[in-house]
């Protein structure tokens, strides 16, 4: 009993370092040989992911916790598309499937939602919705802030800061907006209770509601950290486009967004494994103060879900780690 004291106070302290302060937004990762894992809210639940697998745990209204899980099958690993994994291109392919899983992941968790007598989303249906977001995006955090720049200036480095100030600051307001809702202040705290139990699992603490609630609701993995970079690096990006055609520098802006998407996939990932870098903790630390809005303290049975999600892709991706 007495040589396990010093662990269990080593563990205590390090999961201290990790909680929600001002001194601590920058996150200190312990490395290991493992799958990083990740993931992402849904309804009343969380997706978790591992490089083969994802998980979703959704808490249904009877209080009980469904959960699903399937393989990710990445283009990537088949033996013909090999090429696909070199810098840039693997952060496109990456974000791709990120994007259909995530679909896919709200879909079961809203059909858990439903009453048994209502028909689940088609695979059109689903399709649909993941284009008409797309659509959503690029029109409002693409076309809007380009044509309200060009509404004071027309063309220029002038024009290229603008517009990338507007476009971030409408990403701000839209997430400041959207969290005023009580449905999205439940996804919100989701959000938070996923990255508290990733950093529980990366302490190999047991995932217990207790030892996961000791941690932030912020990491630097995360997607809204990822957003920001993307938002950042397409002001440079952009600012090498100087046609005087506002038709081809509103195009440029569209086309090269899976470009500068892969780039930024790049610098996430890189800077998740050196953390202690400083100019990495500048560029992800807009990031994490804007996580104070997307992510917020989850109660103990939101976490019981991450818990459960985190558990079954763990389960289905038969990691030599042990699940305690």
Known sequence: ??????????????AARRTDSEAGLIVKSRKHDIDTMGGQAVINGVMMKSKTHYAVAVRKADGSIATMQSPLNSITERKKYKWLKKPVLRGIVYLTEMLI????????SSQQSM???EEPLKKS???????????????????????????????????????????????????????LMKDIRTIFQYHGAEHKTVYCYEDNLPL??????????????????????????SIVVYSFVTSESWLVRLGSRILLLPVIAGV???????????????????????????????????????IEVAIAALKEVLKASATKRSVR
């Open 101 to 108: 899983v995530g679909m896919k992941a709200l879909a079961w």
């Open 264 to 302: 930024s996939y790049e610098i996430l990932k890189w800077s998740s494994k050196h953390v202690e870098n400083p100019l990495l903790k500048v560029v992800t630390l807009p990031g994490l103060w804007l996580q104070h809005i997307t992510t917020k303290e989850p109660d103990d049975k939101q």
């Open 115 to 117: 009453d048994e007598d």
């Open 208 to 233: 217990t509601a207790k030892n996961v609630r000791r941690y932030s609701t912020r990491h630097a993995r995360c997607g809204t950290s990822f957003i920001i970079i993307v938002l950042l690096i």
């Open 1 to 14: 009993m007495k040589s396990s004291a010093p662990g269990k106070k080593r563990q205590t302290e390090k």
């Open 125 to 179: 249906e689903i399709a649909f919705t993941i284009v008409l977001s797309v659509l959503f995006g690029v029109g409002l955090f693409i076309v809007v802030p380009f044509v309200l720049t060009a509404l004071v200036v027309e063309k220029g480095v002038l024009f290229n800061i603008l517009d990338g100030v507007l476009r971030v600051a409408v990403f701000i307001f839209y997430l400041a907006a959207i969290s």
